[in-house]
């Protein structure tokens, strides 16, 4: 899985295409990423002392890394690889070769 916690990606199919949104979490034996804001579902919630309210909680649920792309200087790119001269392996952006 290229995507990392913390990139900002942009849902490219589903009811919420278009949004962007920042990956809170990723599962990567699942293949799948929870993006901040985005995919959100209504789930009851019982008094606790956690959340001594209780009541309906929006929260974001997971779908999968196919849906998403990395938004790269404004625009939505695909993800490779280059390893450097020194070894290391480092993201690009695959239109233009940048760093990611």
Partial sequence: ???RKGDTVQVITGKDKGKQ??????????NKVIVHGVNTAA???????ANEQGGIIEKDMPF???????????????LGYKVKDDGTKVRIARPSGDEV
């Fill in 1 to 3: 899985m290229k995507l």
């Fill in 21 to 30: 949104g920042e990956i809170d979490k990723v599962f990567p034996k699942a």
């Fill in 43 to 49: 789930k009851h919630s019982k008094p606790s002392r």
């Fill in 64 to 78: 999968d890394v196919s849906n998403v792309m990395l938004v790269h200087g404004g625009k939505t790119v695909r």
